[in-house]
């Protein structure tokens, strides 16, 4: 949070080294958000880009008040549902394609220990409601407590909650009836 403050304050001064190093510590987390949000590699991209212009462009009234990393996470889910509500996007995004956006740095056979469960995942995530996935995507990969997922979804703390648990007793049964049929 030091650093996140240090870095805001250069920014303001419009050093592009703060705006480099914003963009390093948190593109992997924002673009998995945003996959996993959006279910489209390419259009992932684009949210985490407007959501970083637009963070640029506001960078010299911005105030942080809490984490700079849920900050950004909640304008890329924002940007999301957004981007969901206008029907651009409904197709599941193949895991090659999620894997070229946020795992440049794995060595090929970390990857292909990890590439069919992953495409599992996303398929069985891109099949819940989107309540549910939001819940369950904001908090496990954007970092977002409960309550700031309850206020984001402008719902009760237990109505996030609850859609959470639901989504991943329904993601484990996909997944589960999944493994089911692969050993028959």
Sequence with gaps: MREDRFLISELR???????????????????RLAVSLSNDTAVAEDIVHDVLVSFIRQSRQFELTGSLKSYLATCVANRARNVNRAGRIRRATSLDEAGNAVAESWRPDQWLVCSEELRQIAGALALLPGEQREAITLHLQGGMKFREIAEFQHVPLKTALSRYRGGLLKLRSLLNSEVSECDR
């Design 13 to 31: 001064q419009g050093s592009s080294e703060a705006l480099c190093r914003v963009y390093e510590k948190y593109r992997d987390d924002l673009l």
